[in-house]
């Protein structure tokens, strides 16, 4: 489960918030693990069709799996 809340301040920017959770199941006797991880970000709207995004992301809490520290890139075009 991901979920991204954001504000469009301008034109450009809009800031946002996330909070992930992940939970997978445990294959040939290894153990069930589960992440909660939360993120911070800046999506800029380059024109209509293409924006860029930038964001942190930190684990808060976890059980047999490494937490998330991680700085993401994307970029995406809708055509």
């Not at 800029?44 to 808060?60: E, M, P, R």
């Amino acid at each position: 489960m991901n979920n991204r809340f954001g504000y469009r301040v301008s034109d450009l920017l809009e800031p946002y918030v996330g909070v992930d959770y992940q939970i997978t199941d445990g294959v040939a006797g290894a153990p069930d693990s589960n992440e909660t991880a939360l993120a911070a970000g800046m999506m800029f709207h380059l024109y209509d069709h293409a924006s860029v995004a930038l964001h942190y992301q930190k684990g808060i809490d976890g059980e047999s799996v490494t937490q998330s520290d991680s700085l993401n890139l994307r970029f995406v075009y809708v055509f």
